[in-house]
């Protein structure tokens, strides 16, 4: 059964760092092309970014509001995908979801809140 | 960045209704497209993979078609717990994007 934990949110000052995690099982987390997707309250789904899979290079790749910002990295003797997020704005406030394209279901989400 | 367009935003519908839903992606995108739903508090579910993938687990009066541009997501015989957003997804290109989603409500 495919299983993917998001844990690590909270509430953190405008310009604070947080890592988030993601504990992945039941499916072979080492081949997996990892995602991170957001959804701000009441809003729509934003993707955030991805890594590869460490066979296919493992290079990472980040949507323009997180560039510079974000780093996603991954341990695949841990089956474990993070996030580590600095530099931190309120509009980065949202439920944060680990996805792999295709597999299902999703975690249920770590909320992130950037407010003084 | 491509765009995925969906319409309508909003539909109240009967049950026992057919809906259809649409994603029109501002590019070509191949079969890439998967379709979401998310009810109130919950994180979004798979329903749909590859514009026409059937999902284990899925009602099979979930169904979607397409190619290229243009992607339906068809519900059969709407059901009172049907009642969610539904968004599509492209993953063919970076970023990737999701349409802006679908409220659907039933009478």
């Known amino acids: 059964e495919v299983q993917l934990v998001e844990s690590g949110g909270g509430l953190v000052k405008p310009g604070g760092s947080l890592r988030l995690s993601c504990a992945a099982s039941g499916f072979t987390f080492s081949n997996a092309w990892m995602n991170w997707v957001r959804q701000a309250p009441g809003k729509g789904l934003e993707w955030v970014g991805r890594?590869?899979?460490?066979?296919?290079?493992?290079?990472?790749d980040y949507a323009a509001p997180v560039k510079g910002r974000f780093t996603i990295s991954r341990d695949d003797s841990k089956n474990t995908l993070y996030l580590q997020m600095n530099s931190l704005k309120t509009e980065d406030t949202a439920v944060y979801y680990c996805t792999t394209t295709g597999i299902t279901p999703w975690g249920q989400g770590t909320l992130v809140i950037v407010s003084s | 960045e491509i765009v995925l367009t969906q319409s309508p935003d909003f539909q109240s519908v009967t049950p026992k209704e057919k809906v259809t839903i649409t994603c029109r992606a501002s590019?070509?995108?191949?079969?890439?497209l998967h379709w979401y739903q998310q009810k109130p508090d919950q994180s979004p579910k798979l329903l749909i993979k590859y514009a026409s993938q059937s999902i284990s687990g899925v009602p099979s009066r979930f169904s979607g078609s397409g190619s290229g541009t243009d992607f339906t997501l068809t519900i059969n015989s709407l059901e009172a717990e049907d009642a969610a957003a539904y968004y599509c997804?492209?993953?063919?290109?970076?970023?990737?994007?999701f349409g802006q989603g679908t409220r659907l409500e039933i009478k």
């Open positions: 890594i590869k899979s460490k066979t296919d290079g493992g290079t990472t």
């Open positions: 590019q070509s995108i191949g079969s890439s």
């Open positions: 997804h492209q993953s063919s290109s970076l970023p990737q994007t």
